[in-house]
């Protein structure tokens, strides 16, 4: 057994490590990073910063104490970490899942949505905005607003709106507002535009609910802190079970929230290895005249600019516009990622791979089939990961179980129905249309 540092879950004492005080000062890490957002939102981004700097570094009034209880209490936690029996027969060494799709809610979302609803509760907020692509922030954001009965509305584009009808139905079920966008392309892009419209006129009552480790400081830091718990959970879990640290942690990236909060408890061992798992969708080649990428794969394929108050590694083309994405999954479907996972790659402390939309989806298949459990399609990346880069791992492997796939269901019959996967299902039943 490696003698590492006292385990702990902690509040106080987790708050005292040298991780969780990362980039705390400015929000810089390395060139990423900052605060590039309009002078109106200056002291709305003040008053946050000085907010994260007393409730969740110093846990003033006990705030992460009663985070932490809500958690257990409403969210579930902790979730387990579980031994995968097949897989760890399959690939020859100790596969472990970390359970987050048991987390309320069905994904790992819920732990940044709670922490920054509290937040905004300990400011004296009286009134929360957040903005959501596919839905799965806003219904994490709705569904911790009405836990905390604090009133919430939730901007979503049109066409968005039309795609995700289970998701706007949850989040109205739960008493949100959903206010479409009609500008632009009505997608995720426009839906950033209007929160932020809305939060530089009504800061004084209002908090913005960022779904995920981007944007203005401190954002990237509070909720990979909000989020370190995955991997607070796990790097304790694996002492207890194993006896060791695992020797790699494999977690999937669209903004990175998934994987800093899987990562963060961890950075600080050498011996274990970060794999960030993105969506290299149909194809790496990106079409430069078109202005879109077929992928998601910022870190991998990604450069140098600013995006939603940060700067970070983007899909950008070369005069420095946006890319569309693509990917599959919706979740992992972002043409930027943080920027401190941006750094740790630069850093190669955390380890980028791409796995594609047909890899993805036999990840899928094979988790459904062997171990029982269907995965988000974001999280499916992970395995189809797995699957190619197995034996270029260690001998214990973590992998975070991002999010469960109920909500993928549909995508996943039309997916599967296009191209031959390995593993999936006879899908003549579907013959009578799909
Ligand atoms: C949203 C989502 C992701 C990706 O978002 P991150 O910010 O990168 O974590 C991954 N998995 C699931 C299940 C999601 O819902």
């Not at 009034?61 to 257990?72: I, K, N, P, Q, S």
């Not at 304790?236 to 963060?264: R, W």
């Not at 972002?334 to 850093?347: K, M």
């Amino acid at each position: 057994m490696s003698e590492t540092e006292p385990t702990t879950t902690d509040a106080a004492e987790l708050s005292r490590r040298p991780g969780r005080r990362r980039g705390r000062d400015d929000g810089k890490f390395g060139r990423y990073g900052g605060q590039y957002v309009p002078e109106a939102l200056m002291p709305a981004i003040e008053e946050l910063t000085d907010a994260y700097e007393r409730y969740v570094l110093e846990n003033e009034d006990g705030f992460m104490d009663e985070f932490r209880e809500r958690l257990a209490d409403f969210g579930g936690r902790p979730t387990p970490l579980q031994r995968a029996e097949r897989l760890s027969e399959r690939y020859d060494r100790e596969v472990y899942l970390k359970r987050e799709d048991l987390l309320h809610g069905g994904a790992h979302k819920l732990n940044n949505a709670l922490g920054q609803v509290l937040l905004a509760k300990y400011m004296g907020k009286e009134r929360i905005v957040a903005e959501t692509g596919a839905g799965q922030h806003g219904t994490a954001t709705a569904m911790a607003a009405a836990h905390l009965d604090v009133p919430c509305e939730i901007y979503m584009g049109e066409r968005d709106i039309n795609r995700q009808r289970p998701n706007v139905f949850r989040m109205k079920l739960n008493g949100a507002e959903v206010n479409p966008v009609t500008a632009g392309r009505g997608t995720l892009k426009e839906a950033i535009s209007e929160t932020m419209r809305d939060w530089a006129t009504t800061v004084e009552n209002t908090h913005y609910v960022i779904g995920s480790v981007v944007g203005p400081h401190p954002f990237p830091v509070m909720v990979r802190d909000f989020q370190a718990v995955i991997s607070e959970e796990a790097r304790a879990q694996s002492i207890e079970k194993t006896g060791d640290l695992p020797t790699d942690v494999v977690a999937c990236a669209g903004g990175g929230s998934n994987t800093m909060g899987s990562f963060a408890a961890f950075v600080d061992d050498e011996s274990v290895a970060l794999h960030a798992i993105e969506a290299g969708g149909s194809t790496l080649e990106v079409d430069e005249e078109a202005g879109v990428a077929p992928n998601s794969a910022s870190l991998f394929a990604g450069e140098e600019g600013v995006l939603h108050g940060a700067r970070t590694k983007l899909l950008q083309d070369s005069d420095g516009q946006i890319m569309e994405s693509h990917s599959v999954s919706s979740g992992l479907d972002y043409a930027g990622v943080g920027p401190e996972l941006a750094y740790l790659v630069d850093e190669g402390r955390v380890t980028p791979v791409a796995v594609d939309d047909d890899d993805a989806l036999e990840g899928f298949h094979r988790l459904s089939n062997t171990e029982g459990i269907i995965p988000a399609l974001e999280t499916a990346h992970a395995f189809g990961y797995l699957e190619e880069h197995a034996a270029d791992l260690g001998e214990r492997v973590v992998v975070t179980v991002s999010g469960r796939g109920d909500k993928d269901l549909d995508a996943a019959i039309e997916e599967t129905d296009k191209r031959d996967v390995a593993g999936a299902p006879d899908m003549s039943m579907f013959t009578g249309g799909i």
